[in-house]
């Protein structure tokens, strides 16, 4: 039992250097430098902090046309399909505050409980 805990521990550093690892890339080297796996974790941090910070739009002009349906997939991947579908029908040319983006926002990043 301890050896399996000791192989989960490792694995989670392991991971989470991984994550580290191809966001600090991604934000150095351009999301372009990044493999597959790199680019998927990269642009769903991407998606959630730009969200988060300045709105779905700012993600969509930042990575549009060429990154957004790789996002849409990687969040697909990771089971968030509701984001993917909402991704893949966004206006990508949509200006900054556009409604038909809120659904994408809250999706990606739901309104705070006060």
């Known amino acids: 039992m301890l050896k399996i805990l000791c192989i989960s521990a490792e ?3 392991d991971t989470d250097r991984f994550i580290n690892a191809a ?4 934000s150095r080297n351009g999301v372009d ?3 597959a796996e790199q680019r998927m974790v ?3 941090s991407e998606a959630e902090v730009l969200c988060d910070i300045e709105g779905i739009d700012s993600f969509l002009q930042r990575y549009s046309p060429d ?3 790789e996002a849409a997939d990687a969040f697909e991947a990771i089971g968030a399909l509701d984001i993917a579908a909402e991704l893949r029908a966004a206006p990508l040319d949509a200006p900054v505050g556009d409604p ?3 659904r994408l926002h809250e999706l990606i990043v739901p309104p705070r409980r006060l």
């Open 33 to 35: 430098t990044l493999d």
């Open 23 to 26: 966001i600090d890339s991604g």
């Open 100 to 102: 038909r983006l809120a």
């Open 67 to 69: 990154w957004v349906p």
């Open 11 to 13: 694995m989670v550093v």
């Open 42 to 44: 990269f642009l769903i």
